[in-house]
């Protein structure tokens, strides 16, 4: 029996029987759907030209600089490489099973502007329990989590590293 996440209902008790005792995981129908609305919404503001942080933008200081069609293609994938700053010896893998669960329950709310197949990719990735190498220490900003995510994103890119049956593997494997 899965658990099902749909931006509300996830417990300290879910959290661990999926983290620790690698219970699987579904988003709800309703959740998905949110989160299409809210993509679509966001695709449409793209398609518009419309200013946004960080995602037709610079981020920081170069906040004030609009990037080009071609540049806002690529921005994403550089901002997980610029923010995939650990060092260290890898978390428990149940540190990054709670991460990542915790991730798809925030992405169920509907209001990240991510495609559907980035939180269904998060949820496979639970299920077939590969799961990414995600260092000990070393993070930016002001939430923290931006170093250990953008570490998991590496993995859904095909980089970083993944735990997967008992090894340790590249990401392009």
Do not use: W
Request: proline share 4%; with cysteine; charged share 25%.
């Amino acid at each position: 029996m899965s658990i099902v996440l749909d931006g509300s209902n996830l417990t300290i008790e879910k959290l661990v029987a999926i983290a620790r005792y690698k219970e699987k995981v579904e988003i709800s129908p309703e959740a998905l759907e949110r989160i299409k609305v809210c993509r679509a919404m966001l695709e449409e503001k793209i398609q518009a030209h419309e200013i946004m942080y960080g995602v037709n933008t610079g981020i920081g200081e170069f906040s004030e600089v609009v990037l080009t069609d071609e540049q806002v293609k690529d921005f994403q994938r550089y901002l997980i490489y610029n923010h995939s700053a650990g060092i260290g010896e890898p978390m428990p893998i149940e540190y990054v099973r709670g991460a990542i669960a915790s991730r798809i329950n925030v992405h169920a709310h509907g209001n990240s502007g991510c495609r559907p197949e980035i939180t269904l990719t998060l949820v496979e990735m639970l299920n077939k329990d590969c799961i990414p190498v995600v260092c000990q220490k070393g993070s930016v900003g002001a939430c923290g989590d931006l170093a250990p995510m953008s570490q998991i994103a590496l993995l859904m890119l095909g980089e970083g590293e993944a735990f997967y049956k008992g090894e340790r593997l590249p990401g392009k494997t």
